[in-house]
């Protein structure tokens, strides 16, 4: 049984929220313009933040840090080296 509860619908907040983030994110230099590592990252996003439980101030530097840690970690597209390297946690 997951102990993990995960509601049907997210607000439109905390859609804004995600998508803010997803966007900030992926119009970096690093980040590659593939769409499977988009749709990654995206899916990594509400993974994490199931209930949307978002908050920009409070998760923006794990957020970014993980998506560094996928980019580096899939074949090489991207050699950033984060300073806290994070799990690949990305699909």
Not at 26 to 40: A, G, K, L
Request: glycine residues 4%; contains cysteine.
């Amino acid at each position: 049984m997951n102990s993990h509860s995960t509601k049907d619908a997210y607000q439109p907040h905390e859609l804004g929220s995600l998508q803010a983030i997803f966007n900030e994110i992926t119009i970096q230099d690093w980040f590659p313009r593939s769409s499977e590592i988009r749709e990654s990252f995206a899916r990594y996003l509400f993974v994490s933040f199931p209930d949307g439980n978002f908050d920009p101030t409070v998760h923006r530097t794990v957020v970014e840090e993980a998506a560094r840690s996928i980019c580096q970690a899939r074949n090489g597209l991207v050699r950033i080296v984060s300073e806290h390297p994070c799990e690949d946690t990305f699909d």
